[in-house]
T-cell receptor, first 112, second 115 residues
Framework: GEDVEQSLFLSVREGDSSVINCTYT??????LYWYKQEPGAGLQLLTY?????DMKQDQRLTVLLNKKDKHLSLRIADTQTGDSAIYFC????????????FGTGTKLQVIP | ETGVTQSPTHLIKTRGQQVTLRCSSQ?????VSWYQQALGQGPQFIFQ???????GRGNFPPRFSGLQFPNYSSELNVNALELDDSALYLC??????????????FGPGTRLTVT
């Protein structure tokens, strides 16, 4: 079945870049997503990438996809304290319904 | 703000009881998915409804059931509650049938505690 893995924790200083990594197993993944979850809140869709793309940039966010290694990363430039949250990588396969499989989440701590 | 609302915000139930959670989809969306998020975990897919029909299901037992109404609002029902059902329940609405990409918009969740 599908599996999505992430490291649990990342700590960076304000102003530095953050890189959050994710690996997945489903070779039929069509879209891969990054979601942000702040304490006590639901999930906010940050960005997504189609599986035939290598890179996508969206303001401070850069997504890199290595489909051969099934590796996805999210780079946040000029990380701010407001970026402190849990970040989830997720993928959707090519099945008949739109099931999204989430990773375990990476907690990003931004130190002022 | 995603426009997806859920009620109630918090709920405490006793083992063996039944619970109904509600979700109001974003305007114009025709699909709702429900997820269970245990503490410290990522959301786990429960099931999805498209145009009032169940469109897919994750590894959850039949005591987890749902409904989608003509106005695309939805309910999640859980019977015979167990302690392990304690979690944050998230609903997500989306528009299927309009091509890529598939974007889900999440509500704030309902925190269920089973004692």
């Amino acid at each position: 079945g599908e599996d999505v893995e992430q490291s649990l924790f990342l700590s960076v200083r304000e102003g530095d870049s953050s890189v959050i990594n994710c690996t997945y197993t489903d070779s039929s993944s069509t879209y891969l997503y990054w979601y942000k979850q702040e304490p006590g809140a639901g999930l906010q869709l940050l960005t997504y990438i189609f599986s035939n793309m290598d890179m996508k940039q969206d303001q401070r966010l850069t997504v890199l996809l290595n489909k051969k290694d099934k590796h996805l990363s999210l780079r946040i430039a000029d990380t701010q304290t407001g970026d402190s949250a849990i970040y989830f990588c997720a993928e959707i396969g090519s099945g008949g319904y739109q099931k999204v499989t989430f990773g375990t989440g990476t907690k990003l701590q931004v130190i002022p | 703000e995603t426009g997806v609302t859920q009620s109630p915000t918090h709920l405490i139930k006793t083992r063996g009881q039944q619970v109904t959670l509600r979700c109001s989809s974003q305007s114009g969306h025709n699909t709702v998915s429900w997820y269970q998020q245990a503490l410290g975990q990522g959301p786990q897919f429960i099931f999805q409804y498209y145009r009032e029909e169940e469109n897919g299901r994750g590894n959850f037992p039949p005591r987890f059931s749902g409904l989608q109404f003509p106005n695309y609002s939805s309910e999640l029902n859980v019977n015979a509650l167990e302690l392990d059902d304690s979690a944050l329940y998230l609903c997500a609405s989306s528009l299927m049938g309009q091509g890529a990409p598939y974007e889900q918009y999440f509500g704030p969740g309902t925190r269920l505690t089973v004692t």
